[in-house]
């Protein structure tokens, strides 16, 4: 059986089992989650979510990006839509882990990481690809220092160490903008 089969079959399973059809478009948590698109860092697994409960966007390393604040813009459209406005009462979480693969990228794509994240080549060092702690924080400061998101939100930065499965708050959950 090839795995695109087992994963029809497993969502029959959930069709059957664990599927809602009350569940809203809006996060019963208000909560959004940015982290990474290694499979050893689900957000879903890490953090122990229910169905439901947050939004949960994935990109490579986690990073706060150009893409990511375009995603973050059409949310807030698709929020207000759906009656429940980010900002007061949203909590933004930064999720980001040790041993990630964009480190290869530092050496070896440079230019594409360069790209990717939206700076020039040689601005690659002060986004500190290679230390997830010093990563959370920057990338909780350039949310911060976006006057587009809501002042209202919640923003915190965690690490989860894929050798101990623990996480680690890095940047306390505080308001977006005083």
């Not at 893409?67 to 459209?77: K, M, P, V």
Request: proline share 7%.
């Amino acid at each position: 059986m090839d795995f695109l089969q087992t994963l029809l079959e497993r969502n029959a399973a959930f069709a059957a089992n664990g599927f809602s059809a009350e569940l809203k478009i809006i996060p019963s948590q208000r909560a959004l989650i940015v982290g990474c698109v290694d499979p050893r860092v689900d957000p879903v697994d890490v953090l122990g979510l229910q169905p439901g409960e947050a939004a949960v966007i994935r990109n490579v390393g986690g990073r706060v990006t150009p893409a990511l604040f375009e995603t973050l813009a059409i949310l807030g459209r698709v929020s207000q839509a759906g009656g429940a406005a980010l900002g007061e009462g949203w909590h933004l979480i930064v999720l980001q882990h040790t041993d990630c693969g964009i480190r290869g990228c530092l050496h070896h794509a440079p230019d594409l990481l360069a790209q990717y994240m939206g700076v020039a080549t040689e601005q690659l060092p002060s986004l500190a690809i290679n230390d997830p702690r010093q990563a959370v924080a920057i990338d909780v400061a350039a949310l911060q220092a976006n006057p587009q998101l809501p002042a209202g939100f919640s923003v915190s930065g965690l690490v989860y160490d894929v050798a101990t499965g623990r996480v680690e708050t890095v940047v306390p959950a505080g308001r977006l903008r005083p």
